[in-house]
Structures are given as structure tokens and as C-alpha cells.
């Protein structure tokens, strides 16, 4: 396992003295020292996961285990900074040693295994909503039942579909996702130049989009639900931190200013969340606030939204320290086998989703069903990634052991 | 999202409701009624007022209302059993002096910047003392930008109010089956937004449909081809919005049912 884990590794943190001497004579970029698995990223992916998936079903009791209920920011943005992070780590890695062509070689391998994941996903999702069209004419939806529309015209939506540009309901991270990577080689190229230069660019983009309102169009009308124009911030704060940005922060991180404003607004978003679920708490909001603050937008990612996000990953590194002996007890062995496949178990997620509405449409049941269909999903995601995992152990082994290192697949990286 | 808020709200409300005395202004909690058209309180409490339908019940004059909306303002073959139909008899049984005129104005697909353009040449034509504007579906299952979206609607209210008109908007229907293939909560939250920002009332259709599937009043996910449970689930959201449009413009006390 160490052999193909090892491109994960290294502490952000607490490597810091040990590669401060090798960054001064290296290029702009630092890697961390190969050594164990960076435990961590996997678990919060796997968290992740698991979160997009109760969130993408109706809502049930598990939705209240989610932490978009608790504050702005929820699990997408946990999953499209680690992918930068880990991305950056695999690619990053591959550019130092192999180079330019060689990390974009492999970058594009990447994508296209992706892009193949997104088709099969709508293929699923053409099934699906062509059942519901034939089998369902309630006239008291026969305004909604118009989205069929497009079943009408198959051939135009199919290559829509293809070029990325028709994209239903729930299935908008992966395209997002294929458009960051597609960009990650430049990413790269640029960190390896000037690290906060590349960021600063990222920031720089990321406020013209606020002002110029730059966004990607849909298919047949609309815009990208994920505006990758703002979201490659995260991918690209992720790709940072990945490259020895984190340890520049390390200061930052650990002092306790940062802790208090942290938690300050953390607390102060979850009253605001509060007022959402308690209308009577509705009134204690001042107008102003109100006005000021909404609405707040996921497509753009707002920045309070950044903001929650940045404050959670500040408190998490401060009291999750890597070597926390809870990472390797078997409870948590669930959460990060997940986060280890993620493009599998992300792609398992949203075809169960989309399973989990079907059963809940066909049968009708209360609560129970519905808290029954989400751990039941949960462990079949558990389920898939441990085969996945037995498979790269013992099915294939031996098979191939060339190309190990640095690709994002074994690394479970990259997705 | 808003679904979700709205599920954690009634658990929430319920938790704080036993806690915490109702707040100030509120009716309070009466017993339970006979489903299926029991709508939680503080979904049809409004803090926003209706001046002018005040106005025009106080002085006996006639209650002239438009409503307008999109296909999910109908049934198609059914118009009498739609809830335009099923609130102007509700409002007529709570004002049996009053006259209570209704017209409905469908745009079948528009957009709701569509719609906000002939806004106020309907009002000059038909002098309405209240606009129901029905809003949403149309804008969500062409994702339309949200913040054009909000803009459409911010100018629409400001035009109405502008031609004299007291203003209620109407949101989304909530619709399970379609719920992989419509993203509402967008629309949801940008029509919330801009009825905080003109005071005007909102009646929170998709949260109420939602809380009577969640309560099994009615089986939304039901496949069956006949219009019967359209004609109930109308004929229900037609008197909450009574009861609606009664709490806001302050006239008496609400009837349950």
C-alpha cells in the first residue's frame, strides 16, 4: 500500500522545518516529504461524499447531520479544495520530475476518465427521467412535467449533453470538476513559477466574475450551476496550500487571533443559518444585515460562503492534528476508504441518489424509509470502496505495478 | 436547501414553540384541525401589509384582485376548481357583504421578466386593488440566472406598486417528482429576498404543499392521471391564500377554514 499511497503524504505543518532548507535552493514550489498518507484529506473527502449524497436525496433525518444546516458553506466546497489540494500534490509532483508534457499527459488521462464517469451518469439519468415522463401525467404538474421537453429533441441533447453544456439537476460537479483539471497543467505551470502570484491571478479572476458577471452558458438556456470562473478560487487555494502554502500559513493558523475570529464567525453564521429553521427568530435580524447579505450565492461562490469554508479547514487543522490516533481507528476506516476512491464512490453517490428519489417515489413511506434509504446508501458507498480497495490490494496485484507512482488513480487523488 | 429548511424549521418550531411563549402578534396555536388543509401558523403570518385590500374592505368597496401566474395557476379543463377560483369564494364567505371581483391572467411560459413587462398595462386595463403575482417554475426549468431572475421580480413589484396596486407573490409549486430535474431553491430564495426588500408579502406555496406531503394530507408522488387531487390540493391553497391575504391586509380575525 505505502508504495502507491506515498504521493499524499507529508504534513502541511509540521514538515515545516525539515523543508524550509530544501525550498531555498528548490523551485518556488515545495513538495512535503513522501511518508505516510495524508490520513486527513481522505477522511474530509469521504465526509464529503457522504454528505453530497444525503444532501442530493429529499430531505430526511440525515440532512440534519449535514453542515450546510449549520452555516453557508457545505460539502461541495470541502470536496473542490481537497481535489485541488490532492490534484496539485499527484500533478505537481509529476511536473517537478517529469515535467510539463508529462504531468499534462497524465492531467488529460485524468479528465478524460471523468468525463467517461459524467456520461455513464446521464446515461442513468436519461433512464430515469424517461420512465417518470411515461409513467407519470398528473395534471397538477402539468407545468413541471414541460422539463420533459428535451426528451423530445434526443439527438440535440445527447450532444449537449456531451459537450457539457445540458446538465441536470445534481450532476454539476463533475463537468465543473473536468474544466478545473482541463486547466490544472497552467495552474501548475504558473505555481511553479510564482506560487502567490498564480493565487493572486485566481483572486484576480475570481473578483471579475463578481464584477463583470462572467459565466458559463447551458444548454437549452441558463448558466453553469458551479460557475467555474469563481469556483476554481477554492481549486486553486487547494493547489496552494498542496505546494508548500499551507506551511507559509502555519503561523497564521496557529495563532489564536485567527482561532477566535474563526469561531466567531462560525458561531455568528450559525445564528444566521438558525434564523432560516425558526422563523420567529426571523425578526431578531437586523433589515440591513438582511438586505446586505442576500441572497447568498452558490453559483458564484459568495464569499461568506469562502469565508465559512476557510474558517472551518483553519479550526480543523488546529485541532485535527495529523497524527491524531483517530485517523487509523476503525470507525473512521469507513469515511476514509470513501474519500480514497472518490471519483468512484462520488459517481456511486449520485446514481444512488438518484435511485434513492426513484424507491421513495415508487413506495411510500415516512421518516424511516427515508433515513433507511440514506444509510443504506452510505453503505453501499462503504461497500463499493472497499472492493475497489481489495481489488488495487490483492485482485490486481502483481498485475501491473508500472505507472505506480504519481497517477492520481491509485493515489485516489485527482477526483 | 429550502426544503431542508423547511423540514428543520417545523422540527425546530416545534422544539422552540413548546419552550418559548408564541410571539407577540401571532394567533395562538388553536387546536388542531381536521386535515387535510391545516397550514402551520407561521406559514401564513405575514409581517408585511396590504393597504389598499384594508382600504377597500373597510369602506364596503369591491375587492378587485388579479391574479397572475403561469400553467401551475390552473387546471387545465378545471378553471372553477383552480385556487384563483377557490380563494375568491373563500374571501366572499369571510366578507359576505363585499363584492370580490377575480381575474386571472395566464402566461402560460413566460418568464418572469416576461411577465414583468406587461405588468403594468394589465393593471391600467384592469385597475385590480390586489396583484397576485405567481411566479418561479417557469424561470427554474429554464434556469434562468437567478440574479436576473431577482432583478425581473424587484421591477415587476416596483411596477405594480407603482400603478397602485397592493402586491402578494406566489412561489413555486413543490413538485417530488420533478425535484432531480428542477433546481427550485434558487428561485425559492430569490423571490424571498426581494419580498423582504419591498415588504411584500409572500405566499410560500411550495413551502405549504411540502408540509401537507410531509404530513401525508396529500400523496404528491401519486402517479394517478385523473384530476382529483389536483381539484383537492387547489381547492386547499386557494383558501390558505384567503386566510393569506386576510392575516396580511389585517382584517379580522383568521379563520380556520
Known amino acids: 500500500m505505502s508504495s502507491i499511497a506515498d504521493p499524499i503524504a507529508g504534513s502541511p505543518v509540521a514538515d515545516a522545518k525539515a523543508e524550509a532548507k530544501v525550498a531555498a535552493a528548490a523551485p518556488a514550489i515545495t513538495l512535503p516529504a513522501t511518508g505516510e498518507r495524508e490520513l486527513r484529506l481522505d477522511l474530509f473527502r469521504g465526509l464529503a461524499l457522504w454528505l453530497i449524497f444525503i444532501d442530493h436525496l429529499p430531505t430526511n433525518l440525515l440532512t440534519w447531520l449535514t453542515i450546510r444546516n449549520y452555516g453557508f458553506s457545505d460539502a461541495t466546497e470541502i470536496f473542490i479544495f481537497i481535489s485541488g489540494y490532492t490534484a496539485a500534490f499527484v500533478y505537481g509532483r509529476a511536473m517537478l520530475e517529469g515535467g510539463f508534457v508529462i504531468a499534462t499527459a497524465r492531467i488529460l488521462r485524468r479528465v478524460w476518465q471523468i468525463y467517461v464517469a459524467h456520461v455513464f451518469l446521464f446515461t442513468i439519468f436519461l433512464a430515469e427521467i424517461s420512465y417518470v415522463a411515461t409513467s407519470f401525467e398528473n395534471p397538477l404538474y402539468s407545468e413541471e412535467m414541460g422539463i420533459m421537453d428535451f426528451l423530445k429533441q434526443p439527438d440535440v441533447t445527447i450532444v449537449q449533453a456531451l459537450l457539457l453544456r445540458f446538465r441536470p439537476v445534481n450532476m454539476d460537479v463533475l463537468p465543473l470538476y473536468i474544466v478545473l483539471m482541463l486547466f490544472l497543467p497552467l495552474i501548475l505551470w504558473l505555481m511553479k513559477w510564482k506560487p502567490d502570484v498564480t493565487l493572486g491571478l485566481s483572486v484576480l479572476l475570481y473578483a471579475l466574475t463578481w464584477q463583470f458577471d462572467l459565466y458559463l452558458s447551458a444548454y437549452p438556456n441558463g448558466f453553469w450551476a458551479f460557475n467555474p470562473f469563481a469556483w476554481q478560487l477554492l481549486f486553486v487555494f487547494g493547489a496552494w496550500c498542496a505546494l508548500g502554502g499551507a506551511r507559509r500559513m502555519s503561523r497564521i493558523l496557529s495563532s489564536n487571533i485567527t482561532m477566535w475570529i474563526c469561531i466567531v464567525y462560525l458561531v455568528a453564521a450559525f445564528f444566521v443559518t438558525l434564523t432560516w429553521y425558526v422563523p420567529q427568530l426571523g425578526h431578531i435580524m437586523p433589515k440591513v444585515i438582511e438586505q446586505w447579505m442576500y441572497p447568498i450565492n452558490k453559483t458564484d461562490l459568495d464569499v461568506l460562503r469562502f469565508a465559512h469554508f476557510l474558517a472551518l479547514a483553519a479550526l480543523t487543522v488546529r485541532f485535527l492534528p495529523r497524527d491524531w490516533p483517530g485517523l487509523k481507528s476503525r470507525w473512521l476506516r469507513p469515511l476514509i476508504l470513501c474519500g480514497q476512491h472518490s471519483l468512484e464512490i462520488f459517481c456511486l453517490g449520485v446514481f444512488l441518489a438518484f435511485a434513492g428519489h426513484f424507491v421513495l417515489a415508487e413506495v411510500s413511506g415516512g421518516a424511516a424509509l427515508h433515513a433507511l434509504i440514506s444509510v443504506c446508501g452510505i453503505l453501499i458507498m462503504w461497500g463499493m470502496a472497499w472492493i475497489i480497495s481489495w481489488y488495487k490490494h490483492s485482485a490486481d496485484k502483481g498485475a501491473s505495478k508500472k505507472g505506480a507512482t504519481g497517477n492520481a488513480d491509485l493515489a485516489g487523488g485527482g477526483a | ?257
Open chain 2, 1 to 257: 436547501m429550502k426544503s431542508a429548511r423547511t423540514m428543520l424549521g417545523l422540527m425546530l418550531l416545534a422544539a422552540t414553540l413548546a419552550a418559548a411563549p408564541a410571539r407577540a402578534g401571532d394567533t395562538p396555536e388553536p387546536a388542531p384541525p381536521a386535515p387535510p388543509c391545516d397550514v402551520p401558523a407561521y406559514l401564513l403570518a405575514s409581517e408585511s401589509s396590504l393597504p389598499k385590500v384594508t382600504d377597500a374592505v373597510k369602506a364596503n368597496q369591491p375587492l378587485n384582485v388579479l391574479v397572475v401566474g403561469s400553467r401551475s395557476s390552473t387546471i387545465p379543463g378545471n378553471e372553477a376548481s383552480a385556487y384563483p377560483a377557490t380563494m375568491q369564494a373563500a374571501l366572499k364567505e369571510a366578507f359576505p357583504a363585499a363584492t370580490i371581483d377575480l381575474s386571472v391572467e395566464l402566461q402560460a411560459k413566460s418568464t418572469a421578466e416576461e411577465t414583468a413587462g406587461t405588468l403594468v398595462k394589465l393593471v391600467e386595463a384592469k385597475k385590480p386593488t390586489l396583484v397576485i403575482w405567481q411566479t418561479g417554475t417557469v424561470d427554474a426549468m429554464r434556469a434562468i440566472d437567478p440574479d436576473d431572475f431577482r432583478t425581473a421580480i424587484n421591477d415587476g413589484v416596483v411596477a405594480l406598486r407603482g400603478a397602485g396596486a397592493d402586491v402578494v407573490l406566489v412561489n413555486l409549486q413543490y413538485s417530488p417528482r420533478t425535484e432531480t430535474m428542477i433546481s427550485a431553491p434558487p428561485y425559492l430564495d430569490n423571490i424571498k429576498v426581494v419580498a423582504q426588500q419591498h415588504d411584500v408579502p409572500l405566499f410560500d406555496r411550495f413551502a405549504i404543499m411540502k408540509q401537507w406531503s410531509d404530513a401525508g394530507y396529500f400523496d404528491l408522488f401519486s402517479t394517478a392521471h385523473g384530476v382529483d387531487l389536483a381539484k383537492k390540493v387547489h381547492t386547499c391553497l386557494g383558501r390558505a391564500l384567503a386566510k393569506f391575504v386576510i392575516d396580511a391586509a389585517h382584517l379580522g380575525p383568521v379563520q380556520q377554514n
